[in-house]
């Protein structure tokens, strides 16, 4: 059972990535070319969360992001890629976490490759069409990029509040 001080500040880390998330939606695609390409900027609250906190709660801050963005602004659908990527994404991380082989930005880089696959793995499961696949290249590229950014960001973020009283709990 978490204390109320943590699960105060894990409900506002959440709060944070869904404004992120909605943030992202405002901002026009970065390559209209090839559609679905984002930054990922929420995934900033998990690589946070998941080197300050625990796994547990890395992924119930993810799962409460993926839901509730979903909920409001997406549809069934929406919400069946977003769990796919978001599950691989978090097992994956934590993982990668775990060895202490990997810089926080490798283990993001990771993270955004692992949730472009399994989104796409859940289109071929959805569609049944395996050629689906093809467009990881794409993904994989963007989720390098993205993923890099992301893990910058989070070091960074984690490097600097460090010394706030009260944040690590």
Do not use: D
Not at 94 to 105: D, H
Not at 128 to 133: H, R, Y
Request: aromatic share 8%; net charge positive; with cysteine.
């Amino acid at each position: 059972m978490l204390k109320p001080k943590k699960l105060t500040l894990i409900g506002l880390l959440a709060a944070l990535a869904i404004i992120l998330s909605y943030v992202e939606m405002l901002l026009p695609p970065i390559y209209a070319a090839i559609p679905g390409i984002k930054l990922g900027l929420a995934n900033v609250v998990s690589i946070i969360v998941l080197y300050t906190f625990t796994v547990k709660e890395t992924a119930l801050v993810t799962l409460v992001r993926v839901l509730t963005v979903a909920l409001i602004f997406g549809n069934l659908m929406t919400l069946a890629y977003s769990i796919a990527g978001a599950v691989l994404s978090v097992c994956v991380m934590a993982l990668l976490k775990k060895t202490n082989l990997f810089s926080t930005v490798g283990v993001s880089i990771a993270g955004g490759v692992c949730h472009n696959l399994g989104q796409i793995l859940m289109a071929i499961l959805i569609t049944s069409t395996a050629e689906i696949g093809y467009y990881m290249i794409f993904l994989c590229i963007s989720g390098i990029l993205s993923g890099t950014l992301i893990g910058i960001v989070g070091a960074l973020v984690i490097k600097y509040t460090k010394k706030f009283k009260g944040w690590k709990l």
